[in-house]
């Protein structure tokens, strides 16, 4: 089946600086790829999402990059915020989606 | 337009009882989906259903784990005998289209399970 890495799986940074997660698959059939943010109690929250037609993606902060010959795709969050701090989470494919184990983000003030 | 709703959101149970945690997606959504959230994990898909059908359960342990989409209702996702191990976060996620690699999904916000 789908096999999802993601790296780091903790991440801290002080407030203005970039935020870089990055996941690899093993599966190269994907063509979705999905980020949530996840807060302490709370539901995932998709962030952003691209897909395989698509090699970089861009919301305000928020930059997704796929390399799909790589199968690899990246989260950059610039100019990072204390409230970014979360547990983020890559996936593979939407339905039934994999994820990868989380990054605890910290943004320190 | 109300989003996934879930209820409910905490429940306790003891080792040996049932828990029924349901499920209503968002308005115009057919397609369900359950995830299973350990504690300091990410999230595992369990089940797909449609109304009224399972179309992949490949997720589910076993035993002890059901799930039901009716047709007039929520979906149910059942725990018989519930263990301590079943202790988690259950999430539930609907999509308006049938089950393609490339849909968006969204997600309620959770039904957290403590097995005491």
């Known amino acids: 089946g789908e096999n999802v890495e993601q790296h780091p799986s903790t991440l801290s940074v002080q407030e203005g600086d970039s935020a870089v997660i990055k996941c690899t698959y093993s599966?190269?059939?994907?063509?979705?790829f999905p980020w949530y943010k996840q807060e302490l109690g709370k539901r995932p929250q998709l962030i952003i999402d691209?897909?395989?037609?698509?090699g970089e993606k861009k919301d305000q902060r928020i930059a997704v990059t796929l390399n799909k010959t790589a199968k690899h795709f990246s989260l950059h969050i610039t100019e990072t915020q204390p409230e970014d701090s979360a547990v983020y989470f890559c996936?593979?494919?939407?339905?039934?989606?994999?994820f990868g184990d989380g990054t605890t983000l910290t943004v320190k003030p | 337009n109300a989003g996934v709703m879930q209820n409910p959101r905490h429940l306790v149970r003891r080792r040996g009882q049932e828990a029924r945690l349901r499920c209503s997606p968002m308005?115009?959504?057919?397609?369900v989906y359950w995830y299973r959230q350990l504690p300091e994990e990410g999230l595992k898909f369990m089940v797909y259903?449609?109304?009224?059908?399972?179309?992949?359960e490949s997720g589910m342990p076993k035993e002890r784990f059901s799930a039901e989409f009716p047709k007039e209702g929520p979906s149910i996702l059942r725990i018989q005998q519930v263990v301590r191990g079943d202790s988690a976060a259950y999430f539930c996620?609907?999509?308006?289209?049938?089950?393609?690699?490339?849909?968006?999904?969204?997600f309620g916000e959770g039904s957290w399970l403590t097995v005491v």
């Open positions: 996620a609907s999509s308006p289209h049938r089950d393609s690699t490339e849909n968006t999904i969204y």
């Open positions: 308005k115009g959504h057919s397609h």
């Open positions: 599966d190269s059939a994907s063509n979705y």
């Open positions: 259903l449609q109304k009224e059908n399972i179309i992949d």
């Open positions: 691209i897909r395989s037609n698509v």
């Open positions: 996936a593979i494919g939407g339905g039934k989606s994999t």
